[in-house]
């Protein structure tokens, strides 16, 4: 049951966004309308009809352009999946569409909650484009909405308002299909793994997938949901043929399952290092302080997110039976 606090919060956001909705659609429709559009050396395309603009590897609130970002171009409109941290990474990202095709946005897919996927939502809020995201986004959003606009405008240096936080219109529980001409987006929603609310997105006409942060390349996994689960979904996606992935982080296309094996190995250690911390009577302040990051040298940010990491599993693996 939410606690006053997070009801509070929630109403908070939910009354922001009421009070704004107008403003961010005007916006929104004054930018696709008068910014200029030129060709992006940023955007590369991975597959027929698949453009990704690449993240780079920094901590969230500190850095530009962290999650990579993309979409998917079908012969009635376009999808796009996440939109990046900020309502300009957002605009850039819609640049970047209007320099490859004159096909209109339909859908905006939000693989989780972490504002560098999603707070460039803003962007796309316009007549004719739907939210997408799994059915628990919304409550995780209503939860940290107030910070992320805390944190975004300290970043940025400006009040930000609740129209940077946009809602999804639509929710997936299990799993829907989107037809966007010509190919059919088959959108999974998933068990607590980085988040509780992961979703996925298979393009039937090339076989890619976007799988968002359930994988991690170059940039340390974060957990932020089940140690166990992530590691049961990783297992039981590298069973599935797949020909391309976009990770939510690292480089734009990646071949399937190798692509999962770094963070796979890396959870898979993490957890069997902690396990048997707790089996020998440790605490968690010593197996934070103690417990090294699998294959470090091999990440980028572990002095930043393995603590957490270690914390986070910690959590989940003392209460198992």
Not at 180 to 190: D, E, F, K, P, S
Not at 298 to 311: F, T
């Amino acid at each position: 049951m939410p606690t006053k606090r997070q009801t509070s919060s929630a109403a908070r956001v939910s009354i922001l966004l009421l009070s704004c909705t107008l403003f961010a659609l005007s916006c929104a429709v004054a930018t696709s309308e008068q910014e200029p559009c030129s060709p992006s050396a940023e955007i590369v395309q991975v597959a027929d009809g698949i453009y990704v603009r690449q993240g780079q590897a920094a901590v969230v609130f500190e850095g530009e352009r962290i999650a990579n970002t993309g979409f998917v171009v079908g012969d009635r409109c376009v999808a796009v999946v996440d939109t990046g941290g900020s309502m300009a990474e957002g605009q850039a990202l819609d640049c970047a569409i209007r320099t490859v095709s004159d096909r209109s946005v339909c859908y905006v897919i939000n693989t989780h909650v972490h504002p560098d996927h999603l707070l460039g939502n803003a962007a796309f809020v316009r007549p004719g484009v739907e939210f997408v995201a799994h059915a628990k986004l919304p409550r995780a959003l209503a939860l940290r909405g107030d910070l992320y606009l805390e944190r975004a405008s300290a970043h940025e240096q400006r009040e930000l308002n609740a129209s940077q936080i946009v809602f999804p219109e639509r929710t997936v529980a299990t799993m829907v299909e989107l037809d966007i001409g010509g190919r059919v987006l088959t959108i999974r929603a998933h068990r607590s793994a980085h988040t509780d609310h992961d979703l996925s997105v298979m393009d039937s006409r090339t076989n890619t997938a976007f799988l968002g942060d359930l994988v991690f390349l170059e940039h340390l996994p974060v957990i932020d949901g089940s140690i166990n689960g992530w590691i049961g979904e990783l297992e039981q996606l590298s069973e599935v043929s797949i020909s391309y992935v976009v990770p939510g982080h690292g480089p734009p296309r990646t071949d399937w399952p190798a692509a999962a094996q770094p963070a796979l190995a890396y959870l898979t250690a993490l957890r069997e290092s902690v396990r048997a911390w707790i089996a020998s009577g440790g605490d968690l302040a010593s197996a934070q302080d103690t417990i090294d990051a699998p294959q470090g040298a091999a990440w980028q940010l572990v002095e930043r997110y393995h603590e957490r990491n270690v914390g986070a599993a910690f959590a989940e693996l003392e209460w198992e039976d």
